[in-house]
């Protein structure tokens, strides 16, 4: 299993995020649901691109928060973790293997 830290994520297809000041809302219109979030939380959306893992990004956060690796991760996994329960955020990984195991299966 890939440990979390070498996992990349990305934004699920319907959500749409609409930036105010500190914080922005996110909103998916197939659950016709809204989701308020701080800016730490957009910060690490605006990086899931598919392409940074997540140690990429913690990294890059660590010097812009003045906070510790462990302190920064520790709150990454919990926002990483609910955001994909609420399928706002895909593993790329996961992505990847179920699209080989269709192209197989169609073969």
Request: net charge neutral; proline share 1%.
């Amino acid at each position: 299993m890939t440990d979390m830290l070498d996992t990349r994520y990305v934004l699920s297809q319907n959500v749409v995020i609409e930036d105010f000041d500190n914080e922005a809302l996110i909103f998916m219109p197939r659950k016709r649901h809204l989701i308020k979030i701080n800016s730490i939380t957009r910060s690490i959306l605006n990086k899931l691109d598919g392409q940074c893992t997540i140690r990429d990004i913690a990294h890059e956060l660590v010097s812009a928060y003045d906070i510790s690796f462990d302190l920064l991760f520790k709150d990454i996994k919990v926002i990483l973790t609910d955001l994909t329960k609420q399928r706002i955020i895909k593993d790329k990984n996961k992505l990847m293997q179920i699209k080989d195991f269709e192209h197989m299966e169609n073969k």
